[in-house]
Nanobody
Framework: QVQLVESGGGLVQPGGSLRLSCAAS????????MEWYRQPPGKGRELVAT???????DYADAVRGRFTLSRDNTKNTLNLQMNSLKPEDTAVYYC??????????????WGQGTLVSVSS
Protein backbone atom coordinates (compact mmCIF):
# COMPACT_ATOMS: atom_id res chain seq x y z
CA GLN A 1 0.00 0.00 0.00
CA VAL A 2 1.22 3.46 -0.93
CA GLN A 3 0.62 6.31 1.47
CA LEU A 4 0.68 10.01 0.67
CA VAL A 5 1.61 12.48 3.38
CA GLU A 6 0.60 16.07 2.73
CA SER A 7 1.91 19.08 4.55
CA GLY A 8 2.10 22.84 4.29
CA GLY A 9 -1.51 23.86 4.67
CA GLY A 10 -2.57 26.59 7.02
CA LEU A 11 -4.13 30.00 7.40
CA VAL A 12 -2.80 32.90 5.35
CA GLN A 13 -3.93 36.39 4.46
CA PRO A 14 -5.05 37.26 0.94
CA GLY A 15 -1.99 37.87 -1.20
CA GLY A 16 0.11 35.54 0.88
CA SER A 17 1.89 32.35 -0.10
CA LEU A 18 1.98 28.73 0.94
CA ARG A 19 3.95 25.74 -0.22
CA LEU A 20 2.25 22.36 -0.12
CA SER A 21 4.19 19.12 -0.20
CA CYS A 22 3.11 15.57 -0.89
CA ALA A 23 5.46 12.71 -0.11
CA ALA A 24 4.74 9.20 -1.31
CA SER A 25 5.91 6.18 0.63
CA UNK A 26 5.58 2.49 0.04
CA UNK A 27 6.45 0.26 -2.84
CA UNK A 28 6.63 2.40 -5.96
CA UNK A 29 8.44 1.50 -9.12
CA UNK A 30 7.65 4.74 -10.90
CA UNK A 31 5.39 7.71 -10.36
CA UNK A 32 3.58 8.29 -13.63
CA UNK A 33 1.75 11.46 -12.70
CA MET A 34 1.11 13.58 -9.64
CA GLU A 35 -1.77 15.98 -9.19
CA TRP A 36 -3.32 18.39 -6.76
CA TYR A 37 -7.07 18.58 -6.35
CA ARG A 38 -9.01 20.84 -4.06
CA GLN A 39 -12.47 20.86 -2.58
CA PRO A 40 -13.83 24.24 -1.47
CA PRO A 41 -16.43 24.30 1.30
CA GLY A 42 -19.73 23.08 -0.07
CA LYS A 43 -18.26 22.39 -3.50
CA GLY A 44 -17.07 19.38 -5.43
CA ARG A 45 -13.49 18.30 -5.84
CA GLU A 46 -11.69 19.98 -8.72
CA LEU A 47 -8.37 19.46 -10.42
CA VAL A 48 -5.90 22.24 -9.64
CA ALA A 49 -2.67 21.15 -11.30
CA THR A 50 -1.01 18.09 -12.72
CA UNK A 51 2.44 17.01 -13.79
CA UNK A 52 2.96 13.98 -15.98
CA UNK A 53 5.73 11.45 -15.84
CA UNK A 54 7.36 13.36 -18.66
CA UNK A 55 7.34 16.57 -16.64
CA UNK A 56 4.55 18.29 -18.54
CA UNK A 57 2.49 20.53 -16.28
CA ASP A 58 -1.03 21.83 -16.60
CA TYR A 59 -3.02 24.18 -14.40
CA ALA A 60 -6.61 25.11 -13.89
CA ASP A 61 -7.46 28.54 -15.25
CA ALA A 62 -8.24 29.78 -11.76
CA VAL A 63 -4.67 29.20 -10.56
CA ARG A 64 -2.55 29.56 -13.69
CA GLY A 65 0.16 32.15 -13.15
CA ARG A 66 -0.12 31.94 -9.37
CA PHE A 67 0.55 28.27 -8.60
CA THR A 68 3.60 26.29 -9.65
CA LEU A 69 4.10 22.53 -9.54
CA SER A 70 7.42 20.81 -9.08
CA ARG A 71 8.30 17.15 -8.70
CA ASP A 72 11.23 15.32 -7.23
CA ASN A 73 11.06 11.71 -8.36
CA THR A 74 14.13 10.83 -6.33
CA LYS A 75 12.20 11.65 -3.18
CA ASN A 76 8.79 10.80 -4.63
CA THR A 77 7.64 14.26 -3.62
CA LEU A 78 5.29 16.75 -5.24
CA ASN A 79 5.30 20.42 -4.30
CA LEU A 80 2.79 23.13 -5.03
CA GLN A 81 3.96 26.70 -4.59
CA MET A 82 0.92 28.91 -4.16
CA ASN A 83 1.38 32.66 -4.49
CA SER A 84 -1.02 35.59 -4.49
CA LEU A 85 -3.57 33.53 -2.64
CA LYS A 86 -7.19 34.58 -2.79
CA PRO A 87 -10.11 33.80 -0.49
CA GLU A 88 -11.57 31.63 -3.23
CA ASP A 89 -8.49 29.40 -2.96
CA THR A 90 -9.75 28.26 0.43
CA ALA A 91 -10.23 24.51 0.22
CA VAL A 92 -9.02 21.15 1.35
CA TYR A 93 -6.20 20.25 -0.99
CA TYR A 94 -5.61 16.63 -1.93
CA CYS A 95 -2.58 15.03 -3.48
CA UNK A 96 -3.24 12.33 -6.06
CA UNK A 97 -0.57 10.07 -7.51
CA UNK A 98 -0.71 7.63 -10.37
CA UNK A 99 2.04 5.08 -10.03
CA UNK A 100 3.38 1.73 -11.12
CA UNK A 101 3.87 -0.71 -8.23
CA UNK A 102 5.60 -3.06 -10.65
CA UNK A 103 6.42 -3.12 -14.31
CA UNK A 104 3.20 -2.96 -16.26
CA UNK A 105 1.11 -2.19 -13.21
CA UNK A 106 -0.92 0.96 -12.67
CA UNK A 107 -2.52 2.16 -9.45
CA UNK A 108 -3.43 5.45 -7.83
CA UNK A 109 -3.59 6.83 -4.34
CA TRP A 110 -5.00 9.85 -2.54
CA GLY A 111 -3.67 11.86 0.34
CA GLN A 112 -5.74 12.66 3.40
CA GLY A 113 -6.07 16.32 2.48
CA THR A 114 -4.61 19.47 3.96
CA LEU A 115 -6.66 22.58 4.67
CA VAL A 116 -5.72 25.90 3.12
CA SER A 117 -7.61 28.88 4.52
CA VAL A 118 -7.19 32.32 2.96
CA SER A 119 -8.83 35.09 4.94
CA SER A 120 -8.15 38.29 6.80
Amino acid sequence: QVQLVESGGGLVQPGGSLRLSCAASGIILNINAMEWYRQPPGKGRELVATITGGGVTDYADAVRGRFTLSRDNTKNTLNLQMNSLKPEDTAVYYCHVKYSPWRGGSLDAWGQGTLVSVSS
